[in-house]
C-alpha cells in the first residue's frame, strides 16, 4: 500500500488494551483511567480479520501493543493467529517486561520472535518513582528470559530530563553486557507527555561517547521496523539506536498505521483523523469495502507531524498515549 506521498505502508501497531499495570507519569494518569467494557475491544477474531485485510494489501509486519499487552489474557492466542495469516512476516511485541518472564514460553510457541521492553531508567527509587511501582527487578529477570529464550531484545528508553545523564550511561552498558539494542526516544508532546521536557539525540549521543568513546554509523543489517537510527559504539555486543521524531523528523520515510484497542485506525500519532473499524467489522461491511477503507486511509495518510510547531488544532490528537497504543 502506498500513500499519495509514495510512501510504503507494510507495518501496523495493534494495541490489544488500554489498561497497564504501570502508571508512568508520562502515559496514564496516576488514578488510572476509566476501564472501558469488554464490548468496547475488538475480541481477538475482530483484530485478526483487520490484520488479515492489512496482509491482503501489503502490511506484512504487526507489532502487538497496549496499555500492556501482557495484562489481556490469552495475549498468545492472538499472536498465534496473527502469525498463521499469508503475508504476515512477522508478529513482535512491546511490553513494560514485568510478566514477560512467566509468559515467554506461550509466546515464543505461538511466534513472536521479538520484544521491546520499556525501561527508562537503572535506579531502583527512580522507577518507583516514574512507574508507581518498585518492580525493576521483574524488568531485568523479563530481559534476562527473553535473551535465554533466543528473542531478539530491544529496550526503549524515553529520554526525560528527570532521568539524569548518570542513567543513560547505565540504560547504555545493558548493550554492552548482553547481546540487544538500546534505543533513546525524544519525548513527542502527546497527552500527559505535554507537560515532560526530554533530552535530544545530540545531548544523549555525546554524553555516551564521553562515557564509552566514539561512536560510528551502524553498517550492519536492518534491525526493526521503524525509524531508529543505530549507532556501533566500541566493545558493545549491541547497538545504541535514537528514535528522534523532534530533533531528526523522519516522517519521509514513515511505513505505518497504529490501530487503537476499541478499532480507531490512525495513519498518523499526532492527528486525530482515522477510521472506526470496530464500526465497520459488527455492521457486516465486506472484506472487499474495509480492503477500500484501508486503502483510502493509507492514500491520506499526512505528509508529516507538526510536534515542533506546537499548533493548537482541532485537528489533533487530544488522547493520552495509554487510549492510543504505545
Excluded at 518492580?135 to 528508553?157: D, F, S
Excluded at 534491525?223 to 521524531?245: C, D, H, L, M, T
Amino acid at each position: 500500500m502506498r500513500d499519495q506521498f509514495e510512501r510504503n505502508i507494510n507495518y501496523m501497531r495493534v494495541s490489544v488494551t488500554d489498561l497497564c499495570n504501570l502508571r508512568c507519569v508520562y502515559c496514564m494518569p496516576k488514578e488510572g483511567i476509566r476501564q472501558i467494557s469488554h464490548d468496547e475491544i475488538l475480541t481477538f477474531d475482530e483484530i485478526a480479520r483487520v490484520c488479515r485485510i492489512g496482509a491482503e494489501l501489503g502490511i506484512s509486519r504487526i507489532k502487538l501493543t497496549g496499555g500492556e499487552p501482557l495484562v489481556r489474557k490469552g495475549i498468545e492466542d492472538l499472536a498465534e493467529m496473527i502469525c498463521r495469516i499469508p503475508g504476515i512476516e512477522q508478529v513482535t511485541l512491546t511490553t513494560n517486561g514485568i510478566l514477560l518472564k512467566d509468559q515467554l514460553p506461550a509466546l515464543k510457541k505461538a511466534g513472536i520472535s521479538a520484544v521491546n521492553i520499556s525501561l527508562d531508567t537503572m535506579d531502583r527509587a527512580q522507577y518507583q518513582e516514574l512507574t508507581g511501582k518498585d518492580c525493576l527487578l521483574q524488568v531485568m529477570e523479563g530481559i534476562r528470559a527473553a535473551l535465554e529464550q533466543g528473542m531478539r531484545v530491544k529496550i526503549n528508553c524515553v529520554a526525560l530530563n528527570e532521568c539524569n545523564e548518570f542513567q543513560w550511561g547505565k540504560l547504555a552498558a545493558l548493550a554492552k553486557e548482553y547481546p540487544l539494542d538500546v534505543r533513546f526516544i525524544e519525548m513527542m508532546p502527546i497527552g500527559l507527555g505535554k507537560a515532560y521536557q526530554g533530552s535530544m539525540q545530540e545531548v544523549i549521543q555525546k554524553n555516551l561517547e564521553n562515557i564509552y568513546g566514539a561512536a560510528k554509523p551502524d553498517s550492519g543489517a536492518v534491525r526493526g521496523n521503524g525509524p531508529a537510527v543505530y549507532w556501533e559504539f566500541p566493545g558493545f555486543q549491541g547497538k545504541i539506536g535514537f528514535i528522534s521524531a523532534i530533533s531528526h523528523k523522519f516522517c519521509k520515510d514513515c511505513n505505518r498505521i497504529r490501530m487503537t484497542a476499541e478499532g480507531f485506525v490512525k495513519p498518523c500519532l499526532q492527528f486525530a483523523q482515522g477510521v472506526d473499524m470496530r464500526s465497520l467489522l459488527r455492521g457486516q461491511t465486506d472484506d472487499k469495502e474495509l480492503k477500500q477503507v484501508f486503502e483510502r486511509l493509507i492514500y491520506e495518510k499526512p505528509r508529516c507531524h507538526q510536534f515542533e510547531t506546537e499548533k493548537a488544532d482541532e485537528s489533533l490528537e487530544q488522547r493520552e498515549m495509554s487510549k492510543i497504543g504505545g
